[in-house]
């Protein structure tokens, strides 16, 4: 589904580089739901924006499938990032003008591929997102864990084979952090998605299959949940945390 490998990418600054991701790699399997983790400015945010291929990697190849993307020309990319990968972010990025039907169709309407099967498929995700009864409102209208649901649901009306989630609950209290997470699994169990998630939140991470723990740029551990139950890989994931903070 998604391979990197020996993913390097440097910022300049003045006269100083900056190597931000210093040869990270890993695989995701179809329908895995994998976390990132790691401290602030360990390579979270620059590793997603390079896999969507929002900035260019200087080393190293990312794989969706069959495709590697530094090989696509611009407007490739536009293409796989409308149709093959779907965004969720931390906040939100509804538009005010649209309601929640319209802002869940928003991929599809900006791809031309609007017809009565998106339109199905839009009415179903409300259905699976517990959303139907607010599908008419606008995004000022509703809560946000609400918003947070209608955003999943658009990232999954094309159909994308991979999610990317940029702290997806990082500004909800825990009852809304729960539903976002909830409406990922249920994404899972019901269309078979694959999602791949940056957090600082080890409560999120504790629902993913495993989680990979970022360390200057490095990949420096990887968490599998197992047969653990959830509290317990929680447990792990913090246990984790705080050794990395001692070393």
């Known amino acids: 589904m998604l391979k990197v490998n020996d993913l390097h990418k440097s910022y300049q600054v003045g006269k100083t580089t900056y190597e931000v991701l210093k040869g990270v790699s890993f695989e995701i399997a179809k329908g895995e739901f994998v976390a990132v983790m790691g401290p602030s400015g360990s390579g979270k945010t620059t590793l997603l924006n390079c896999i969507s291929c929002y ?6 190849s990312i794989m969706l499938g069959k495709t590697e993307l530094a090989r696509l020309s611009e407007e490739q990319l536009a293409t796989v990032r409308n149709r093959e990968l779907g965004f969720v972010f931390q906040d939100f990025l509804l ?18 591929t609007v017809d009565p099967d998106t339109e199905r498929r839009a009415e179903e995700l409300c259905r699976i997102f517990g959303i139907s009864a607010i599908e008419e409102k606008y995004p000022a209208e509703i809560s946000g864990g609400e918003k947070q649901r209608t ?6 009306i094309n159909r994308p084979m991979m999610i990317l989630a940029d702290e997806p609950t990082g500004n909800l209290d825990s009852k809304s952090s729960r539903a976002v997470i909830d409406s990922f ?54 246990d984790s945390v705080r050794e990395m903070g001692r070393e």
């Open 185 to 238: 699994l249920q994404a899972r169990r019901a269309m078979g998605a694959t999602i791949f998630m940056v957090t600082h939140d080890s409560f999120a991470a504790s629902f993913c299959d495993r989680a990979i723990i970022l360390r200057d740029g490095q990949v420096w551990r990887t968490v599998e949940r197992g047969d653990m139950e959830r509290l317990s890989f929680q447990d792990k994931l913090l």
């Open 95 to 112: 538009l005010d003008g649209l309601s929640v039907r319209d802002n869940i169709l928003l991929p599809a309407i900006i791809g031309g």
């Open 55 to 60: 900035i260019p990697a200087d080393k190293g």
């Open 151 to 156: 955003a999943v649901a658009r990232a999954l």
